[in-house]
């Protein structure tokens, strides 16, 4: 708050300083006489039912130009009007997402009215604007085969990554997922309802469970590149326009139902010659959304409330347990009869409320309650049946309300207020009110001991942790817009705070890790862990104006942010590990970055028609940041040594030989029993096992961030279709790396080591890996003093990702609505200055060799695209999507026992620590990578019509190639190359879409 206080007096300069209107779509243009002199002072009006007020006006400045800004999606009238001059009026003019549309007009003296009707689409080419978007409306969405959620609509825009595995809702939505484009980070994505963020305040503020509904959305706009000042990060953007409602009452309802009896079959012969058991397939899935709207009182109060109810139940690529739930079973055994399976239920409200207070006062508020829950989640083939969570989000609620003003023609205010509460966890599902609530069996889950096999990465008998949070939000945005004909300028600001409470949690704070059913690794966990994170301010100021002179559009922009979180004071208890653990933190600061960012843009009208535009952008950004990483990590309960392992020979003469139960001391630190000593010695003490440098935390200029450049052209080709041609580059600085300072790289014996012989490797095998290291064992166990820092204080990191994009867009008359593209990239990292001083940096997971410290991925090409058409006179709708994809790399990670390495390498001595082996990737990163994944998803539709009303039944067939693609493979060299997940096979389904 002090840090608040500070900038109060920034904010209210913004406060009394003009901006430009909100992120909605735009009017612009230049209107001439005869004789091609420009005309100042002509009275423009936009006229639309989707506008509470109705007419929005402008006039033109000295240059003959206007702008009408913050206009919402939907069919337009303009009328331009001047005395002296015949009055001119276009009709049907469509207007989308935050386009600027440009329409130029020609007024004749005299004192008769014109009426020119042109057809009802907005310009193709946007001459003005400098970022990329693409906009789906109500309309498309309900059109497209899809599952109706923002990432499965994402992902079809060209140049998109990720996105997951979703065919046709064969899962529920969860917290909704991520995409990324050109190089940008997953945290980057932002997904916003009227420009303000509705994610949560972890995992960068890019995810999380209260995920806006279709069917309150008019459109969606995706924005990719060269996005503006708003918000400070780069990656996509999804925006939800809601819907207000209007003067009729309207209905818009949606129904989908699947079940495997619709499911082929795409479980073929090399799928189970590779090794998979069992594919991927639909048990049952449906989506219900139900939506209705219209006025409270005409032309005052209007009303749209949606309902959606999701639920999917799918078979996971695993067999049931034999043993689950029994304590003196130690092996997992498929029983061949029973399948895993997850099951997921989506259960959404909402309510929004438009009030035209006065002729310039406008206040809409929305009301949303949400509750669901994936239970079971994260079966898959790595993860048997009894080791899943309840991924529950059982309190789900938004509050959001919003206040503009056009208060002259040129000034327009604005002020967006939201409230988010979320209540979540990966609870344990052996509970009375679980999915596993069987009393025997939540009675004997706490005598449960987690399991992983090496060979194949299966984690079995149950989980290891298990968490319980509460994330409460408030964020807020404001903004003044003046706007004249050739100037756009928009100041204002944001701020997002909030808390978060997580309590890690275990039934058995012991797991065990095996190889091939022998154990060889103990890991100990200090839990219950409770933790509180404050995010005390997300705040940026932001300025920037769009400036037209002739046929070149300037975009210029600076922001300023403040990102600052804090500790709370803390207590912490014992736990089963830790019996006389009793610790407080005081409260204490933790992040406090400043940083200014800017963006920059140029547009030029080639020809001067508005078919033909010239662009190009160089942007800074920042890294989605809220409380994940360095939001967290330096929380004094964090940096305590909460996990350890310790080697273990069940065979070591020690008790019973095999018997799997360690004959040890396991709250003694050092070597006793059947057990090596604790790799950390500092577990459960109150000695903190990391340090964060306060460069790293604090000051100007070093938070994670980004530069982006961009150049290209875009062109409508024919009537209504354009091509978009560009070249993008993403580059990274400031990146984080941990330094421990009781190590050096004089503490690491370097060795090589000789690869098995496999045809499946590069050149058969047999090759030497350079640069492997392994502690001496005089360094073993020396407690770890973690010092967190900026990589640029060790040497030279890059990450550099460039590439280019083709698309076509068509809004054709004949009522065919299309995208299609294509992007090809690449991404080069470099870390060898870093890894050179800090080889602990590559004992992450499966050891890096040093060689492998300059990585670059190969041209990676996808292609994607929808279309939209409705046949006419039969009125049969017809739509689909394609995406071809090929983005997930594949390593093989072997298992290196101490007879290997005697045998094949030059390390001349067993491992330190007892340990029975390491983990070594066996590949240069980037250099394998799975099949390409192409999906064909198909709709045919007939529509019904009835007075006013508008059904369509459709039968939507997803995966119509019914294409196999291996999804993921298991990288444990034992199991290398085995399928884990493939696309789900052909499925039809039946969809109806009912509006009135």
């Known amino acids: ?270 799928l189970k010659d590779a090794g998979l058991g069992t594919p991927d397939e639909i048990w049952k899935n449906w989506d219900l959304n139900e939506s209705v709207g219209g006025p409270f009182r005409r032309d005052k109060v209007w009303f749209w409330f949606s309902t959606r109810y999701n639920g999917a139940d799918r078979y996971a690529p695993i067999f049931a347990n034999k043993n689950a739930w029994n304590p003196n079973e130690w092996l997992y055994e498929p029983d061949t009869s029973r399948r895993g399976f997850n099951k997921g239920r989506v259960f959404q409200n909402s309510l929004r409320v438009t009030w035209q207070a006065s002729e310039r006062n406008k206040i809409a508020g929305t009301y949303k309650v949400d509750r669901w829950c994936n239970c079971p989640n994260n079966v898959s083939a790595t993860r048997a049946p009894e080791t899943a969570t309840d991924f529950r989000f059982p309190r789900l609620r938004q509050e959001h309300l919003e206040w503009t003003s056009p208060v002259t023609n040129r000034l327009l205010l604005e002020a967006v207020g939201m409230h988010l509460f979320e209540r979540w966890g990966n609870m344990h599902p052996p509970r009375s009110n679980g999915t596993e609530n069987d009393p025997a069996v939540v009675a004997i889950a706490p005598q449960m001991i987690s399991v992983v096999e090496q060979s194949t990465g299966l984690r079995y008998r149950i989980n290891n942790t298990y968490n319980n949070t509460l994330v409460p939000n408030f964020a807020y945005r404001a903004a003044m817009a003046y706007v004249t004909g050739t100037h756009n300028i928009k100041v204002g600001f944001n701020r997002v705070h909030g808390f978060q409470d997580t309590t890690t949690y275990a039934l058995n704070p012991v797991s065990y890790r095996f190889n091939n059913g022998v154990p060889n690794q103990i890991t100990l966990e200090s839990t219950p862990r409770p933790l509180r994170n404050h995010q005390d301010n997300d705040l940026g100021f932001y300025a920037q104006d769009r400036w037209t002179l002739n046929r070149y559009t300037v975009n210029l922009a600076l922001r300023y942010d403040y990102f600052g979180t804090s500790f709370p004071e803390q207590r912490i208890g014992p736990g089963p590990l830790v019996p006389t653990r009793n610790l407080t933190f005081p409260a204490q600061d933790n992040l406090a970055w400043h940083d200014i960012t800017y963006r920059t843009g140029l547009t030029y009208d080639l020809r001067g028609d508005g078919r033909t535009a010239f662009k190009a952008t160089f942007n800074k950004y920042l890294r989605g940041q809220t409380l994940n990483t360095l939001g967290s990590q330096p929380n004094p309960v964090n940096t305590l040594v909460n996990s350890t392992t310790r080697s273990w020979n069940d065979r070591g003469g020690q008790g019973i030989n095999g018997d799997f139960v360690p004959q040890c001391d396991l709250t003694n630190p050092n070597a006793n029993g059947e057990c090596g000593a604790m790799a950390n010695r500092n577990f459960g003490t ?297 696309l789900n096979a052909r499925m039809a389904k039946i969809s109806v879409q009912f509006d009135w």
């Open 686 to 982: 109150p000695v903190p096992g990391a340090q964060y440098d306060p460069d790293l935390l604090t000051g100007w200029g070093h938070r994670e961030r980004n530069w982006e450049f961009s150049v290209g052209v875009q062109h409508e080709i024919l009537p209504r279709i354009s091509v978009d041609v560009g070249f993008f580059r993403r580059i990274w600085g400031n990146f984080q790396v941990t330094d421990d300072l009781a190590l050096s790289a004089a503490d690491f014996d370097t060795f090589s080591m000789v690869v098995p012989s496999d045809q499946r490797l590069p050149n058969g095998g047999g090759y030497r890996l350079e640069g492997l290291r392994n502690l001496k064992p005089t360094a073993f166990g020396r407690p770890s003093q973690n010092f967190n820092t900026l990589s640029s204080k060790y040497g030279k990191q890059i990450e550099h990702w460039n590439g280019y994009d083709i698309t076509v867009n068509g809004r054709l008359q004949n009522g065919l609505t299309f995208q299609f593209g294509t992007s090809t990239g690449r991404t080069s990292e470099n870390d060898c200055e870093i890894v050179a001083k800090l080889p602990e940096l590559n004992f992450t997971g499966n050891q890096r060799p040093l060689q492998f410290c300059d990585r670059q991925t190969p041209w990676l090409t996808s292609v994607k695209g929808y279309a939209v058409y409705t046949v006419p006179r039969i009125d049969v709708q017809l739509s689909g999507t394609f995406r071809s994809t090929k983005e997930s790399s594949i390593n093989a990670n072997f298992t290196a026992t101490n007879a290997y390495l005697a045998a094949n390498s030059t390390l001349g001595r067993p491992l330190s620590g007892g340990a029975a082996n390491m983990s070594v990737a066996l590949l240069q990163p980037s250099t394998m990578y799975l099949d390409r994944r192409n999906e064909l998803d198909l709709r045919f539709g007939k529509v019904l019509r009835f007075g006013r009303s508008r059904s369509v039944v459709s039968l939507d067939l997803y995966n119509t190639l019914n294409n196999d693609a291996v999804l993921s493979v298991n990288e444990n060299f034992a199991s290398w190359m085995r399928p884990q997940q493939i």
């Open 1 to 270: 708050m002090r840090t608040f206080a500070k900038l109060a007096p920034a904010l209210l300069w913004v406060v009394l300083l003009p901006s430009i209107a909100s992120a909605q779509a735009s009017l612009t243009g230049v209107v001439r006489d005869t004789s091609g002199g420009v005309l100042p002072g002509v009275t423009v009006e936009a006229a639309s039912p989707v506008l509470i007020e109705k007419v929005r006006t402008a006039v033109t400045d000295g240059n003959g130009r206007y702008q009408l800004v913050d206009l919402r999606p939907g069919a337009y009238t303009v009328t331009f009007g001047l005395a002296g001059f015949n009055t001119v009026r276009r009709d049907g003019i469509t207007l989308a997402g935050t386009a600027a549309s440009t329409v130029d007009v020609e007024l004749r003296v005299g004192a008769l009215e014109e009426t020119i009707t042109v057809t009802g689409e907005a310009p193709v080419v946007d001459v003005q604007s400098t970022s990329r978007q693409a906009v789906l409306s109500a309309d498309v969405i309900d059109a497209l085969p899809t599952a109706r959620n923002y990432v499965t609509l994402a992902r079809l825009i060209p140049g998109t990554s990720g996105g997951g595995n979703d065919v046709g809702g064969s899962v529920t939505q969860g917290t909704g997922g991520s995409v990324t484009i050109h190089g940008s980070r997953t945290q980057d994505q932002r997904v916003t309802l009227n420009g303000i963020n509705t994610m949560t305040l972890q995992a960068g503020g890019n995810i999380g469970g209260q995920i806006p509904d279709v069917g309150s959305a008019s459109e969606i706009t995706i924005d990719h590149t060269a996005v503006s000042a708003e918000l400070p990060t780069g990656g996509v953007r999804i925006n939800f326009i809601p819907r207000d409602g209007g003067n009729r009452f309207t209905n818009a309802t949606f129904f989908t139902f699947s079940n495997g009896s619709l499911q082929g079959d795409n479980f073929t012969q090399r």
